[in-house]
């Protein structure tokens, strides 16, 4: 049994067969949780709501947020971390952080978003590797630190079962700022 320590406030995150996370830090050493927001949302996110994702980085962006944590699973995660990157040349001192739950995770993607996954880790102001290699804890453990490092998330949550469900119910119970981008056409949020 293995643990990561939390940046920020010093929890130890324990799981199984994997040792202490990689870091390649690129000039931010540790977060500040009033300043950093995350970024959750399935996999199956097509790009269509990258305006409002935009217009969401700004508003945090003008209440001082800085840091942005990006899981960098396939759909919304990358989709987030290139809206993020993108907008860096607009905002001052905004952050990319891209926290990878294992190594060799991109060999698991398309041609197309191992390309788009590798792009971000060289655009990124700072690369995390969670563990060495897959196991059943590395998107859970993922989750946690990027909820357990952030004061706000921003989501596309459409209600369904699954890791961004788990990410979004931990952000509201840890009393995280929400911004869900997700617009369901009959109104409900959820």
Same mark, same amino acid.
């Given at each position: 049994?293995?643990?990561v320590e939390?940046l920020?406030?010093?929890?130890?995150f324990?799981?199984?067969d994997?040792?202490?996370?990689?870091? *390649?830090?690129r000039?931010?050493?540790?977060?500040? !949780?009033?300043?950093?927001?995350?970024f959750?949302?399935?996999?199956t #996110?097509d790009?269509?709501?990258?305006?409002e994702?935009?217009?969401?980085?700004?508003?945090?962006?003008?209440?001082? #947020?800085?840091?942005?944590?990006?899981?960098?699973a396939?759909?919304?995660?990358?989709?987030?971390?290139?809206?993020?990157?993108?907008?860096?040349?607009?905002?001052?001192g905004? *952050?990319?952080?891209?926290?990878?739950?294992?190594?060799?995770?991109?060999?698991?993607?398309?041609?197309?978003?191992?390309r788009?996954?590798?792009?971000?880790?060289?655009?990124a102001?700072?690369?995390?590797?969670?563990?060495?290699?897959?196991?059943?804890?590395?998107?859970?453990?993922?989750?946690?630190?990027?909820v357990?490092?952030?004061?706000?998330?921003?989501a596309?949550f459409?209600?369904? *079962?699954?890791?961004?469900? #788990?990410?979004?119910?931990?952000?509201? !119970?840890?009393?995280?700022?929400?911004?869900?981008?997700?617009?369901?056409?009959?109104?409900?949020?959820?």
């Amino acid at each position: 049994m293995s643990r990561v320590e939390n940046l920020n406030n010093g929890n130890i995150f324990d799981f199984a067969d994997t040792t202490i996370c990689t870091i *390649k830090n690129r000039g931010i050493i540790a977060y500040d !949780k009033d300043i950093t927001a995350c970024f959750t949302g399935h996999r199956t #996110y097509d790009g269509s709501r990258n305006e409002e994702l935009a217009r969401a980085i700004k508003t945090l962006y003008a209440e001082g #947020y800085r840091n942005f944590l990006c899981g960098m699973a396939v759909g919304f995660d990358i989709s987030a971390a290139e809206v993020a990157l993108d907008l860096r040349r607009e905002l001052a001192g905004l *952050k990319v952080h891209a926290i990878v739950p294992f190594e060799g995770m991109q060999h698991r993607f398309s041609e197309g978003d191992r390309r788009r996954f590798e792009q971000i880790i060289r655009e990124a102001d700072e690369v995390i590797t969670l563990a060495p290699r897959y196991s059943i804890e590395v998107y859970a453990v993922r989750n946690n630190f990027l909820v357990d490092n952030s004061s706000a998330c921003i989501a596309y949550f459409t209600g369904e *079962k699954g890791g961004t469900a #788990y990410t979004v119910h931990r952000a509201v !119970k840890s009393l995280l700022r929400l911004i869900n981008i997700y617009h369901n056409p009959q109104g409900e949020l959820f």
